[in-house]
């Protein structure tokens, strides 16, 4: 088994097999080590550079779905084309890393492969290239509605103003919008939290019931 055949093997477990050869592709040509990690709630990916004579590093979530997981991958290794590139002389998510990212998107919104969804949130996010998914609130529904997860688990803008939810085993009480946060009210401190739209919580309760 070649080296390419190795790489499309493993990315099948992550990616829709249709893109996985992609993947395999860009890593052959890329000198930077590929790491698939524990789920983070700070980030999806990264990219870091090697220490002295290292390799740079990418890092990608592996609790992600697979187009979640896919679209971070090619965020990941637009950061390492912008880096050949540029070095550190440009800016982490400037002009010069929107275009890298965008070079990266094209085959795959082409490709015919993808849920229209997410296949029409991608080609609006060419417009406006954002730093993350999680800030494109059209790209991050779109890649949420393939999540798995439980009967008990809502979007924080599904759930109704005055619910209590749990969030990192901390209760909470939905409160005002402010553009792509909910001001959360914690049951225990009183002190008011700012939580992306987007955020998966558990509910508890709605007042009134």
């Not at 088994?1 to 992550?14: L, P, Q």
């Not at 249709?18 to 789920?39: H, I």
């Not at 779905?65 to 070095?87: D, K, M, Q, W």
């Not at 890393?97 to 993808?114: E, T």
């Amino acid at each position: 088994m070649t080296n390419r055949e190795k790489y499309i093997h493993v990315f099948e477990k992550y990616v829709p097999t249709e893109f996985s050869p992609m993947l395999a592709d860009l890593l052959l040509k890329s000198n930077v080590r590929f790491k698939v990690v524990k789920g983070r709630k700070s980030k999806l990916g990264d990219f870091r550079m090697g220490q002295l004579a290292d390799k740079p590093i990418i890092t990608v979530n592996g609790d992600l779905n697979p187009y979640a997981f896919l679209i971070t991958s090619l965020h990941e290794f637009a950061h390492y084309h912008t880096f050949v590139r540029f070095g550190n002389r440009v800016f982490p998510h400037g002009e010069e890393w929107k275009d890298a990212f965008r070079i990266l998107l094209l085959p795959i919104i082409s490709s015919g492969h993808l849920p229209k969804d997410i296949e029409h949130a991608l080609t609006a996010s060419l417009v406006n290239t954002k730093a993350s998914s999680c800030s494109d609130l059209n790209l991050s529904r779109a890649l949420h509605r393939y999540d798995k997860t439980s009967s008990i688990e809502f979007k924080l803008e599904e759930i109704p103003k005055n619910t209590t939810f749990a969030l990192n085993k901390r209760q909470f009480v939905k409160l005002a919008k402010r553009r792509t946060r909910y001001e959360c009210q914690e049951v225990s401190s009183g002190k008011i939290y700012l939580v992306h739209a987007l955020a998966i919580v558990i509910k508890i309760e709605e007042n009134g019931e």
